[in-house]
């Protein structure tokens, strides 16, 4: 069983940086489509990026677009997301998930996905 493993969330003011990792153990993620997705206080879980198998394609939601930057290594079994430029309104809990629908689509739904992290607060200040 895939167990993911996130890192790296914490507290940035507006206009900063963070990354958060996540590495899966229990299984290769080589055959995966991988995603992040972030849970704003009171609001639904979304999409916001995806990454095809081996790295080649990749997908924003518009909030994002231009700042955060997703990738992979399945050398080290893990993924990505560099955020950059953060926002008040980037605020939420991030999660990592694996198995996933054809990023070449789209991000898809989090009823879609197989495998989840177990989430990193990510808190911007203005």
């Known amino acids: 069983q895939l167990r993911l493993v996130e890192s790296g969330g914490g507290l940035v003011q507006s206009g900063g940086s963070l990354r958060l990792s996540c590495t899966a153990t229990?299984?290769?993620?080589?055959?995966?489509?991988l995603g992040w997705f972030r849970q704003a206080p009171g609001k639904e879980r979304e999409g916001i990026s995806c990454?095809?198998?081996?790295?080649?394609?990749?997908r924003y939601a518009e909030p994002v677009k231009g700042r955060f930057t997703i990738s992979r290594d399945n050398a080290k079994n893990g993924w990505y997301l560099q955020m950059d430029n953060l926002k008040p309104e980037d605020t939420g809990i991030y999660y990592c998930?694996?198995?996933?629908?054809?990023?070449?689509?789209?991000?898809?739904?989090?009823?879609?996905?197989?495998?989840w992290g177990q989430g990193a607060q990510v808190t911007v200040s203005s």
């Open positions: 998930a694996a198995d996933g629908p054809f990023c070449e689509i789209g991000i898809g739904s989090p009823n879609e996905y197989m495998f």
């Open positions: 229990g299984g290769s993620l080589d055959k995966f489509f």
């Open positions: 990454i095809a198998r081996r790295g080649g394609g990749t």
